[in-house]
């Protein structure tokens, strides 16, 4: 122990004098947690729409005036008798949708009981082409549905189903409660990652390393002597986040803070030995942060942050399950939104355990030392 307690004095004093590196650790995620949340909305508005309306009857009127005031479109032209004039707007990007009334819309709709509407979308942006489609939908049916109540009631018939919904742990669908508990641990994993992966490496470029390969020192201490630092670090990081989430987006934890801090802990050991192993591979900073970069950029995106891993391929699937970030990531969202429980997270807790002990276990083993 008084060797380790040595090993932690030396690293401690390295960091701490690295006037270029404090900024990085502390002051670098705290402005991307502060920035981030804000450009990552999955809520797209104001998508541009054209409307041809080929009827202009009251019952377009009313349908068009219930799309203006959804708050998810734009409408930048309403033409009633040149189409062409609008598919030359979506050609030139000035509008994302069309929408199309044919002739007779209401007469029909109202004889038939069905007519339907024209939609074209622009695909090449496939995320816009296809919230704003389905927005466009939903709004559609939402109006149908008006219509059919009113003819009911016309004809004396009242019966009809009402249809209530709930969103659990988000009620009103604010999408930085869903984010910014993996944008926090996104953070987290580059600052530790990136720095745990330069440790070693900058040891052999100054010449510090064949200094200590000649004491006494066991390999197992010189990682751990690594890895506390660095695991401090990312606690308190973590624990800045924690406030900001608490005093600019209003987040506040419905879960225990201890169980997260738990997990936490355990995460960070698995992050820092795989760090800590790329380190004992490289041979210079560049080539250790181009690894790492490699791998922190899979993490990124196959963890699940943007895209449900459920909806990945099976293939994808299994990479994805392969990185202790996803585990993490859906460890954060339980106990930060819905107050998970010890029970609810143990096996994704013994799983990073599993990393931790294999990526450290390979960082010692693979650590070469001639003492």
């Known amino acids: 122990m008084r060797t380790l307690k040595f090993l932690l004095e030396k690293e401690f004093k390295q960091i701490f004098r690295d006037k270029g590196l404090l900024p990085v650790i502390f002051i670098m995620p705290l402005i991307q947690l502060l920035i981030m949340p804000l450009a990552a909305n999955f809520d797209i508005k104001n998508i541009n729409l054209a409307i041809v309306d080929h009827d202009y009857s009251p019952y377009s009127k009313q349908l068009v005036a219930k799309i203006a005031s959804s ?45 339907p509407v024209y939609i074209a979308a622009d695909a090449i942006n496939g995320t816009k082409a296809g919230l704003g489609s389905n927005y466009l939908n939903t709004i559609i049916a939402d109006f149908n549905s008006e219509i059919r109540l009113k003819l009911l009631s016309q004809q004396k018939l009242n019966t009809g189903i009402e249809l209530r919904s709930s969103n659990w742990f988000n009620p009103h669908m604010n999408y930085q409660l869903y984010m910014v508990p993996g944008i926090l641990v996104l953070l987290v994993t580059m600052v530790c990652g990136f720095i745990a992966s330069l440790n070693i490496v900058k040891e052999k470029e100054v010449g510090t390393i064949e200094q200590i390969n000649v004491t006494p020192v066991k390999k197992w201490e010189f990682i751990l002597g690594k890895l506390i630092p660095f695991w401090m670090i990312g606690m308190i990081d973590f624990t800045l986040g924690l406030l900001i989430g608490r005093l600019v987006y209003g987040i506040i934890p419905v879960g225990n803070l201890f169980l997260l801090y738990a997990f936490l802990a355990v995460y960070l050991v698995a992050l820092l030995g795989f760090g800590l192993l790329i380190s004992t591979y490289s041979d210079t ?26 909806n990945m391929p099976s293939w994808a699937k299994v990479i994805a399950r392969m990185t202790p970030v996803t585990y993490f990531i859906d460890v954060m969202r339980m106990i930060v939104l819905k107050g998970s429980r010890f029970s609810d997270i143990s096996l994704s807790l013994l799983k990073v355990a599993g990393f931790a002990v294999v990526l450290n276990g390979w960082a010692i083993l693979n650590y070469r030392k001639t003492a």
């Open 71 to 115: 708050g998810y479109f734009r409408i930048v032209s309403y033409n009633y008798s040149f189409p062409s004039a609008v598919h030359e707007e979506i050609e030139s990007e000035k509008a994302d949708l069309i929408l199309e009334f044919p002739d007779k819309f209401e007469e029909r709709l109202i004889k038939e009981g069905m007519q």
């Open 285 to 310: 900073q560049l080539q250790a942060m181009f690894v790492a970069f490699f791998f922190i950029m899979i993490f990124m995106l196959m963890s699940g942050l943007f895209i449900s891993v459920d």
